[in-house]
């Protein structure tokens, strides 16, 4: 089936021109265009008659959004995470909403476990502070330093990502655990690990903690100070996830006072945060007792340079199937009314 050019597909944000991988892709059925959008006022008047969107995530895509489109096929977010799409308005107006769930697998993955080993080795510790001149030339300040093999690395979520980290961790000698309520039995007899049943009794037994969930309404704001209070002391804690899922907040408060010995944070409530957030505030301050021990990096943990092209063409393959009327692989949403669809697996 070809209609031209007679088609118009909007991308939202992040990508600008030259728009080669889309075009590759959608240039013989659809005009490709980026709006280049910071915020989701930039939209106004701009993407009514897209015959689909694709959105990635500097701003949420709302109701009042998608309820101005006119002859959407499809919402499609060329990522993993779509908290930021209110699926359920697009459902309620005949729109399926899709992602790319496969993309950054190995690269999350991998960057949790260069987290998780730069902070529980004392690498990143002792890095920062013999850098600006601080203490001696030696291990001393960072001790103790236990052996990670047998001790437990707990995730929490064990989807695709979730999986993968386990494997990581598994190959390193830890003793791997993971807590989620939604994957089926069997999960951790086929990758030879432990399942735990309860989120507390995976806190209050593992030396490191890995998080790889959505961001949804049940796991927003899962992991808190009273969670924090509940893993041994001294241990640390990775989220690669979404920031909504942990509080950062009680995160610094947590290295500063020692229940934590270090954190790696991917990803933060607010992205770009402000300039007076907080946690960007500490890990910033030399003089602040958290400093040392926080890891902080601008939501990259899932990128590489394949993956980039990888998450485009496979976002700009299901739009063409969209566009097309061909079955969807990745759609996330309901044509009605949405019932609760809550996981805590990685998508």
């Given at each position: 089936m070809n209609r031209g050019i007679s088609l118009k597909v909007v991308i939202t944000d992040l990508i600008v021109e030259p728009l080669d991988i889309e075009r590759e892709v959608l240039g013989d059925i659809a005009e490709v265009i980026a709006l280049d959008a910071m915020t989701e006022s930039e939209l106004v008047g701009r993407i009514e008659d897209a015959d689909a969107v694709m959105v990635y995530h500097y701003f949420r895509f709302t109701r009042s959004t998608i309820e101005r489109l006119e002859n959407c096929k499809a919402i499609v977010r060329p990522g993993v995470g779509y908290d930021g799409i209110d699926i359920q308005a697009a459902g309620e107006h005949g729109i399926p909403v899709c992602n790319v769930p496969d993309y950054g697998t190995e690269e999350v993955a991998d960057s949790a476990m260069a987290m998780a080993l730069s902070l529980s080795r004392g690498t990143h510790f002792l890095n920062?502070?013999?850098?600006?001149?601080?203490?001696?030339?030696?291990?001393?300040?960072?001790?103790?330093?236990?052996?990670?093999?047998?001790?437990?690395?707990?995730?929490?979520?064990?989807?695709?990502?979730?999986?993968?980290?386990?494997l990581r961790a598994k190959a390193f000698g830890f003793d791997v655990a993971f807590y989620d309520p939604y994957v089926p039995d069997g999960i951790d007899k086929a990758l030879g690990v432990r399942r735990e049943r309860s989120l507390s009794g995976l806190l209050?037994?593992?030396?490191?903690?890995?998080?790889?969930?959505?961001?949804?309404?049940?796991?927003?704001?899962?992991?808190?100070?009273?969670?924090?209070?509940?893993?041994?002391?001294?241990?640390?804690?990775?989220?690669?996830?979404?920031?909504?899922?942990?509080?950062?907040?009680?995160?610094?408060?947590?290295?500063?006072?020692?229940?934590?010995?270090?954190?790696?944070?991917?990803?933060?409530?607010?992205?770009?945060?402000?300039?007076?957030?907080?946690?960007?505030?500490?890990?910033?301050?030399?003089?602040?007792?958290?400093?040392?021990?926080?890891?902080?990096?601008?939501?990259?943990?899932?990128?590489?340079?394949?993956?980039?092209?990888?998450?485009?063409?496979?976002?700009?393959?299901?739009?063409?199937?969209?566009?097309l009327g061909e079955p969807l692989r990745n759609q996330v949403n309901s044509l009605s009314p949405l019932e609760s669809c809550n996981t805590v697996s990685e998508i």
């Open positions: 920062s502070r013999l850098r600006r001149g601080v203490g001696d030339w030696n291990v001393e300040q960072a001790v103790p330093i236990p052996r990670l093999r047998g001790r437990q690395f707990g995730i929490i979520g064990c989807g695709r990502i979730g999986t993968a980290t386990a209050s037994s593992s030396h490191i903690v890995s998080l790889h969930c959505p961001l949804t309404d049940e796991t927003r704001g899962l992991i808190a100070g009273a969670e924090i209070a509940r893993m041994p002391q001294g241990s640390f804690l990775i989220n690669t996830s979404r920031g909504g899922v942990v509080d950062s907040q009680a995160v610094v408060e947590a290295l500063a006072n020692g229940q934590l010995a270090g954190a790696g944070i991917d990803v933060l409530e607010q992205e770009p945060p402000q300039p007076n957030n907080p946690v960007v505030a500490a890990w910033r301050d030399p003089a602040h007792p958290a400093h040392d021990r926080l890891l902080l990096n601008p939501h990259t943990a899932y990128y590489c340079d394949e993956g980039c092209v990888e998450f485009r063409h496979k976002g700009a393959l299901e739009t063409r199937r969209a566009l």
